[in-house]
């Protein structure tokens, strides 16, 4: 379902072109079919943020910048609506949006390292647009050939670049869609907002619980006897990976910290 936050002048429907556009990659598909789409002004591009006040992970999109109306970042035509649309649905099925990935590095770094990751991929890097980042373009020539690495390793060789090159500050035209910050890092809980911790907790939950059931049709069919999807582009690394997200929220929840949201938001 697609929700609009602020009014915007261009008419661009998301649910009716992203179906259109995933049709071939039956795991994004069913995926985004489990978020709520979100357009609006307040963010140039897409991205993947968390809503507080629903408990909830959300795609949000700018409709001028799909509609290929921004001269700085040119969508063009479908291929790159839908490489863009992919990028961001990586970045919810591998749980980079949770806080726990890379969370010893600081946040620009660790956007950079899994930006690298998603768009060197063998199914992503063919058609990537010239203003996304990749190995061996400008800033990142250093890492040119060096495709389809972690981004635990990414963020280690782009940490290594700023100490032996401390006045490349990586500062360039390529690169400002990855700039922009597609997701706002869970902290995790701890010792904050017990609250807050709680719905970051339901929305983790969510979200992993929306990836192991897209992967779960993809292998095994919908349960009601259809057959199964299939993973389109996807490789069996990056399945493997994936499944491991959607897995990993399988404990249940504290309840305390569940009581304590709906206390807070009453």
């Known amino acids: 379902m697609v929700e609009s936050e602020t009014k915007t002048e261009t008419q661009y429907d998301l649910d009716m072109r992203i179906y259109k556009m995933l049709q071939d990659e039956p795991f994004f598909a069913i995926l985004s079919r489990h978020l709520n789409k979100v357009a609006t002004t307040t963010v140039a591009t897409a991205g993947i943020r968390f809503n507080k006040d629903q408990a909830r992970f959300e795609l949000v999109?700018?409709?001028?910048?799909?509609?290929?109306?921004?001269?700085?970042?040119?969508?063009?035509?479908?291929?790159?609506?839908?490489?863009?649309?992919?990028?961001?649905?990586?970045?919810?099925?591998?749980?980079?949006?949770?806080?726990?990935?890379?969370?010893?590095?600081?946040?620009?770094?660790?956007?950079?390292?899994?930006?690298?990751?998603?768009?060197?991929?063998?199914?992503?890097?063919p058609t990537a647009p010239e203003w996304v980042l990749m190995p061996g373009r400008l800033s990142y020539k250093f890492l040119e050939g060096m495709y389809e690495m972690s981004s635990d390793w990414y963020a280690k060789q782009l940490k290594a670049d700023q100490e032996n090159n401390p006045e490349n500050k990586g500062d360039s035209p390529q690169g400002q869609f990855d700039d922009h910050e597609d997701f706002e890092p869970s902290d995790g809980g701890g010792d904050g907002d017990e609250g807050e911790s709680a719905e970051k907790m339901i929305a983790e939950k969510r979200?992993?619980?929306?990836?192991?059931?897209?992967?779960?049709?993809?292998?095994?069919?919908?349960?009601?006897?259809?057959?199964?999807?299939?993973?389109?582009?996807?490789?069996?690394?990056?399945?493997?990976?994936?499944?491991?997200?959607?897995?990993?929220?399988?404990?249940?929840?504290?309840?305390?910290?569940?009581?304590?949201?709906?206390?807070?938001?009453?």
């Not at 001269?71 to 949006?97: F, R, T």
């Not at 399988?250 to 807070?264: C, N, T």
């Open 61 to 125: 999109y700018n409709p001028s910048f799909l509609a290929g109306k921004n001269p700085q970042l040119p969508i063009n035509g479908a291929a790159d609506e839908k490489w863009v649309l992919m990028h961001e649905l990586y970045h919810a099925s591998l749980g980079h949006c949770t806080g726990r990935t890379l969370p010893e590095y600081d946040k620009k770094l660790a956007n950079c390292a899994m930006d690298l990751a998603i768009n060197s991929l063998n199914n992503m890097r």
């Open 207 to 266: 979200l992993a619980d929306a990836v192991a059931k897209a992967a779960q049709e993809c292998d095994y069919g919908d349960g009601d006897g259809g057959q199964p999807k299939g993973w389109g582009s996807v490789s069996s690394k990056m399945r493997s990976s994936i499944k491991k997200f959607g897995n990993s929220r399988k404990s249940k929840l504290d309840p305390k910290k569940v009581l304590a949201s709906f206390i807070k938001a009453s």
